[in-house]
């Protein structure tokens, strides 16, 4: 028998919520047949719109070798009036794609997953180094590719978006600070 994945845990022990399409798509269908049953006047998860009201911009991996999760970093764009709620990212390139968040207590580092993180209406929000952050588990990319990273919305849209492959150094040509010098080799998210 194959062993199961292991798989990271929230603090309450929960899975974090990106996994796989599948059970997101399961998630879904139970969502809306639970709305329909209600008659209440939630906004109803949709198909997703075919021109989706968000922008992808600086959007790039840190890849350091297969066996360190690769950091992703991105402005999304939103130029509708409505709040635009991002819930999750799958790509090819990566064996698992979740949305964190690193936090900084005691001068120590340590990274939450997020279920969601909302775009405002004609307002900006920012996958910085040091704050939000995708994370590629088993990244299968090379320095210089451009990957393409699916992000979804509550909305159900699906945007697709290019994703450039930087190394160690990152666009800035700089490492940030412990990254890859010394002894010791931290993670840079
Ligand atoms: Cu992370």
Known sequence: ?????????????????????????????????????????????RAGRADPPVTVLNSWFRYIIPQVPAGGYMTLKNTSSQPMVLTGASSAACGMLTLHRTETSGGVDRMVPVAAVTVPAHGTFRFVEGGYHMMCMNPVMHIGQTVTVTL?????????????VYGVSGPSGSAPNGAATGTKMKMPM
């Open 1 to 45: 028998m194959p062993d199961a994945p292991i798989l990271p845990r929230t603090t309450s022990g929960r899975l974090p919520a990106c996994q796989s399409c599948i059970p997101r798509r399961r998630r879904c269908a139970v969502t809306v047949l639970a709305a329909l049953a209600l008659g209440s006047s939630l906004i109803l998860p």
């Open 152 to 164: 979804t919305f509550a909305d159900g849209s699906r945007v697709p978006a290019p994703f450039v």
